[in-house]
């Protein structure tokens, strides 16, 4: 579609970086980083006021803060490649680095994703949402099985956050316990290379975006309770 942001090309660059990935190729390809980066950084302006749309809360959200640094924090790692092979990008009205629920896409050849969710809560945040859940069920059935989030995420949270047994707390004959077997609430929906490189890629991601956004409030509004 005409006018649209495009990220044609990102997903070549990122299989570069994953082959050389040593500061000393970075250097010497620092204007193709930045071409790519500036794709991204396109597509996250022209995401973000569309968001305002059906999310209030990310009125106030600043389109340049939601890119995560391709640089790697590698002090205490013993994976010393000093840079990520994805782009990741944060949308939330907390910032990239908020502990609210928000949106993620991850752009990774052969894993990109995108979706909506909390993940890493402390434990008492954690409880909060599980404490939401336990007494709204039938609502969060009610988005999980929302035509939209059938299509597009299964109408299921990220099965590798899924527990084998419930959380201790609730009462293991809870009619609507499995909502509760989660490590973290994430509604993930795989995003084939092809689909990131179409030119109409910017339209799909936010139908996907908007799909998540009911699920996005309900976590939110737990949090906030």
Same mark, same amino acid.
């Given at each position: 579609?005409a006018?649209l942001?495009?990220v044609?090309g990102?997903?070549d660059f990122? !299989?570069l970086?994953?082959? /050389? /990935?040593d ?5 010497e390809? +620092?204007?193709?980083y930045?071409?790519n980066?500036a ?6 302006a022209w995401l ?5 749309a059906?999310?209030?809360?990310l009125?106030?959200?600043?389109p340049?803060?939601c890119?995560y640094r391709i640089?790697?924090?590698? !002090?205490?790692?013993p994976?010393k !490649?000093? %840079?990520?092979?994805?782009?990741g990008i944060?949308?939330s !009205? ?8 928000? %949106?993620y ?8 994703i995108c979706?909506?969710?909390? %993940?890493?809560? &402390?434990?008492e945040?954690l +409880?909060?949402?599980?404490d939401?859940?336990y007494?709204q ?14 299509k ?12 084998k047994v419930?959380?201790?707390g609730y009462?293991? /004959?809870?009619?609507d316990i499995d909502?509760l077997k989660?490590?973290?609430?994430f509604? &993930? ?7 990131v490189?179409?030119p109409d890629?910017?339209w799909?991601?936010l139908?996907?975006?908007e799909?998540?956004s009911e699920?996005n409030r309900?976590? /939110? ?5």
């Amino acid at each position: 579609m005409a006018g649209l942001p495009s990220v044609q090309g990102v997903l070549d660059f990122l !299989r570069l970086l994953s082959r /050389n /990935n040593d500061r000393d190729w970075f250097t010497e390809n +620092k204007a193709l980083y930045l071409e790519n980066k500036a794709k991204v950084e396109n597509l996250i302006a022209w995401l973000v006021p569309k968001m305002q749309a059906f999310d209030k809360e990310l009125r106030f959200v600043d389109p340049k803060k939601c890119l995560y640094r391709i640089y790697r924090d590698i !002090r205490f790692s013993p994976d010393k !490649r000093p %840079y990520k092979d994805y782009m990741g990008i944060g949308i939330s !009205r907390q910032g990239r680095h908020g502990m609210c629920s928000g %949106y993620y896409i991850h752009l990774q050849p052969g894993e990109c994703i995108c979706g909506a969710g909390v %993940y890493g809560l &402390e434990p008492e945040k954690l +409880k909060k949402v599980r404490d939401g859940i336990y007494f709204q069920s039938a609502r969060l059935r009610q988005i999980l099985d929302a035509p939209a989030v059938r299509k597009l995420y299964g109408g299921a949270m990220a099965e590798s956050a899924r527990m084998k047994v419930p959380p201790k707390g609730y009462d293991k /004959n809870f009619p609507d316990i499995d909502l509760l077997k989660y490590h973290y609430y994430f509604l &993930e929906r795989p995003i084939p290379d092809a689909e990131v490189e179409s030119p109409d890629f910017a339209w799909h991601l936010l139908e996907s975006l908007e799909a998540a956004s009911e699920f996005n409030r309900f976590l /939110n509004e737990a949090l906030d309770f």
